[in-house]
């Protein structure tokens, strides 16, 4: 399983999405590329602890089951998943000028210190501990970076 924490997995992600543009194509879901990134990169900041949104009711009911759904092998995220509604990006842009800024966040995951996910609850599957946030940030940018093939 790959981990979010190793820089060796950042630089592969970062020659992965510097293949993203404006013209690339969704093998499924709605996203346009730019929102593709936008959402990521919000979603890099909830998880580096920078945002925090409000716990989701269903995620309260089914949160658990869900992440250990995600994260429980090497495969793929399931395709059109249900994303929290502040995570939802409705409006249009130029990916690259989003793009270098998903890249400096995903940097930060090798500097995080071993003790700072200490009480971490995510607003949808609840606490979660460092090697859940390694395998779970880790499988949602491969989910998205695959969703546009590359």
Known sequence: MQDIFSTQTIANLEARINQIDNDSTAAWGKMTPYQMVKHCLLNEELMLRKTLYKR???????????????????????????????????????????????????????????????????????KMSREQIARFAYKHVDHHLTQFGV
């Open 56 to 126: 989701r009711f269903l995620g309260r009911l089914f949160g658990k089951i869900a992440l250990k759904a995600n994260i429980k092998d090497d495969g793929p995220m399931g395709k059109n998943s249900p994303t929290h509604p502040d995570l939802v990006i409705t409006e249009q842009g130029d990916v690259n000028s989003i793009k270098q800024r998903w890249i400096e966040l995903l940097r930060e995951y090798p500097k995080m210190k071993e003790g700072a996910y200490a009480g971490f609850v995510h607003p949808f599957f609840g």
